[in-house]
């Protein structure tokens, strides 16, 4: 079969705006829902106790937590148990780190597909986050559990706990996208963010109240963004017992937004390499 190479069209496309690619996300939605349910499955299956693992990690951290900061340190907790605090902090910090770790792999581990099929390669991290938002569900299930253990029921508050999630995804998802960029560059760029994240972790008032930080200080403290999302996921899940730092949480939004617009405009900048370094 004899090709006129005349008919084939070339087009070339500057850098497109992220108003564009979310454009193209929609249209590849398909190919969105594929790669989310393919990492579902890959996630749980073959595993020894399968969603456990999602129940395991913050159950475990929390015990540790509670026995370091809330026995041995004696930290304030206020008037809800100390293990019911760390939960409500360790739902969204596993949440942010799950997405981060996920999205910053997810170019590698889907090199095969980068280099040979064309599509918005914004598509593999953002199906990252699915995969993160069930094990957020079945984590949830074990935080109502030990709610209602204590008596701690959230009030009408809790209906802003996805705006809150919404946070932690741009923020999570935004850096992801960072990392995700520069991870194809620079393979040994991931063997940083385990350590970085265990550093973030005792830096966010994950296994204390962000309470306990002097007032000179709070501000400052809350330019990590994870500090309003984590001050609010309390706020949200144990109502006025857990106190919550409102410029904080305004200035965890504002970075959020930031984040997550410069992390896909570098994304988009060096999307066109991807299939050639990969």
């Keep these: 079969m004899k090709i006129n190479t005349s008919d084939i069209k070339i087009t070339i496309r500057p850098d497109a705006p992220a108003g564009s690619v ?40 929390m015990v540790v937590f509670t026995i370091v900061f809330g026995k ?75 709610m209602s253990v204590y008596g701690v029921w959230p009030g009408l508050t809790i209906l802003l706990l996805p705006g809150f999630m919404a946070i932690a995804v741009l923020t999570s998802l935004g850096t992801g996208l960072f990392v995700a960029a520069l991870n194809v560059k620079y393979r040994d760029f991931m063997h940083l963010m385990p350590f970085i994240l265990q550093f973030g972790l005792y830096l966010s008032p994950v296994g204390y109240a962000s309470s306990i930080v002097p007032d000179g200080w709070r501000f400052i403290y809350s330019l990590n963004p994870m500090v309003g999302v984590i001050d609010g996921f309390r706020w949200v899940l144990l109502g006025e017992k857990a106190l919550v730092y409102w410029p904080g949480v305004f200035m965890s939004l504002l970075l959020s937004v930031v984040i997550f617009i410069l992390g896909l405009k570098f994304f988009i900048q060096n999307e066109r390499e991807f299939a050639d370094i990969i």
């Excluded at 398909?30 to 913050?58: C, E, M, N």
């Excluded at 148990?81 to 981060?100: H, K």
């Excluded at 910053?104 to 390669?121: D, I």
């Design 22 to 61: 979310l454009k193209d996300v929609w249209e590849f939605r398909h190919l969105f829902y594929f790669l989310a349910w393919r990492d579902i499955l890959v996630r749980y299956k073959q595993t020894l106790v399968g969603v456990a693992w999602s129940v395991i990690k913050p159950l475990s951290t």
């Design 72 to 146: 041995l340190a004696d930290l304030p907790s206020g008037q809800v148990p100390y293990g019911v605090m760390v939960m409500a902090a360790l739902l969204p910090w596993q949440f942010f780190t799950n997405i981060l770790s996920s999205t910053g792999n997810s170019l590698v581990s889907n090199a095969s597909l980068v280099s040979k099929v064309y599509f918005p390669r914004v598509i593999i991290p953002m199906a990252a986050v699915v995969v993160a938002l069930v094990d957020f569900l079945i984590a949830f299930a074990l935080l109502v559990g030990m």
